[in-house]
C-alpha cells in the first residue's frame, strides 16, 4: 500500500465538508501486461458528489523539491490517466493540490507551457486550502 500523503487527511475533510462521499481510499487500478505481469496501481481517493458524480483524486504536496515534485506529479498522473484510459475507465482524474503549491509551482510559467504544450489534455486540479480546509476551485470545474 503507497504512503499517504502529508494532506491526504485534510482533502477527505475538505470533500466531506461539502457533501462528498468517500468510495475508498487507495483505489486500485489493475493492469495485466500478460498472464505473467500484473502491475497494480493506486490512487488516493474515490469520491462521490452529492450529486452523484465520481471522481479518482490523487493528492500532492509540491514543499520539500517543488520542481522535482511537479515532475512527479506529472508523470504520475500520466500513468493513471493511461491505465485508467487503457481499462476503459472515463472516471475523471483530479490532483488535490494547495492553493499555496498551486499559485507557487502550477501557475508559473513553466508548469504552465509543460501542462499547456506537452501534455494531450490539460491536468484537472482540486484546489484546497489546508489551513480552512475548504476547497477552493475544482479546475476544469465539475
Not at 477527505?12 to 487500478?29: F, M, S
Not at 462521490?48 to 498522473?77: D, H, N, W
Amino acid at each position: 500500500m503507497p504512503a499517504r500523503d502529508q494532506f491526504h487527511d485534510i482533502v477527505i475533510r475538505c470533500l466531506v465538508k461539502v457533501g462528498w462521499t468517500i468510495l475508498r481510499e487507495h483505489y486500485a487500478v489493475v493492469v495485466a501486461d500478460n498472464n505473467d505481469v500484473i502491475r497494480r496501481l493506486f490512487i488516493d481517493i474515490a469520491a462521490q458528489s452529492p450529486t452523484a458524480q465520481i471522481v479518482l483524486i490523487e493528492v500532492k504536496s509540491l514543499e520539500s523539491s517543488p520542481t522535482r515534485q511537479f515532475m512527479t506529479l506529472v508523470g504520475q498522473y500520466l500513468v493513471h490517466r493511461t491505465a485508467l484510459d487503457s481499462l476503459g475507465n472515463a472516471t475523471p482524474l483530479y490532483v488535490a493540490i494547495s492553493d499555496k503549491d498551486y499559485e507557487r509551482i502550477i501557475w508559473q510559467p513553466l508548469a504552465q507551457n509543460v501542462i499547456r504544450d506537452m501534455l494531450a489534455a490539460p491536468i484537472p486540479f482540486v484546489v484546497f486550502n489546508p489551513a480552512e480546509e475548504e476547497i477552493v476551485e475544482w479546475i476544469p470545474p465539475l
